[in-house]
């Protein structure tokens, strides 16, 4: 089974069509969340490790971010439309914010969970993310902030999204997340998971977080 660095490698030679068949290959043998969580989450962070020591260039990145973007679209599972009856997330990073790898990554386990998605990306103004919040009324809103210099802005958006009503559940991730003191985030009102596992675990065991795996507040 392929490692984290043999795919960063295929990712940094731009090999989109041999990394997507070692991806394949390890779906046959592992879910969705592990292929996120276990591989492709490991192999990106090793590309930033390259980069941080300048063994590659910015270029090499961003032609790695985009076949890791190919691979988490290519192993989307879209179900059938739904009958209007799911519950309803809007995924999206602040202002500023250009990281999206892992916002597709939850977008796509919301999916899987049977959440109907709205994805708005990265970098979205917060007037637009409540202008869309207001006629879509999501029953969740997640945010992720990948550097924890984005924290402050972040605190604005939760506050924002937790004025509206009806009031959304807010979920806050992201590298910034599971760098920064928890303790900081606890009184903003939104459940702060550290990865992709305490998302799932959320998911999968319903609307009440349990103390020990989530950051509810
Ligand atoms: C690719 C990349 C970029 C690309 C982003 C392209 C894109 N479209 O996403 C570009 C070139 C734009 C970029 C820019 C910058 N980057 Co950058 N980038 C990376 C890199 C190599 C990979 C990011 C990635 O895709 N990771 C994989 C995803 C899956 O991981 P993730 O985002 O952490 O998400 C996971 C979890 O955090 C979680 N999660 C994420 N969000 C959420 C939300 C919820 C609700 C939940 C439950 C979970 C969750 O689930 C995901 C799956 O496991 C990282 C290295 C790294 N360690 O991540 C550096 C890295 C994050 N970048 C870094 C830096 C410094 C920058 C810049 C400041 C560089 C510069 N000087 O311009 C800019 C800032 C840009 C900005 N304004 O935001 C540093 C941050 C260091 C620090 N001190 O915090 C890193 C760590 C690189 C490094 N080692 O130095 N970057």
Redesign the pocket.
Known sequence: MIQPKQLAELFLAGNDAEALVQVRRFLEEHTQHEL??RL??PA??H???L??NNEIG?AD??LA?AV?DFVVSAVENRKQQGDGTERKVMVLGPE????????K??SSRFRENGWSVKYLGPNLPLDHALDAAKRWKPDAI???A???YRLPVIKTYINEFLDLDPKPIV?????AV??ANPEALRNEGAIV?E??E??ERWLTMGEEPQDGYGISV
């Open positions: 996120f969580a492709l989450t990106m962070y590309v930033g490790e980069w941080e910015v990145e961003h971010t890791c500023g914010e250009d990281h999206y790898i892992g916002l990554m939850v997640a945010l992720s990948a550097l924890v979920f806050l991730g992201g590298r599971s760098k998971l990865d992709l305490q998302l």
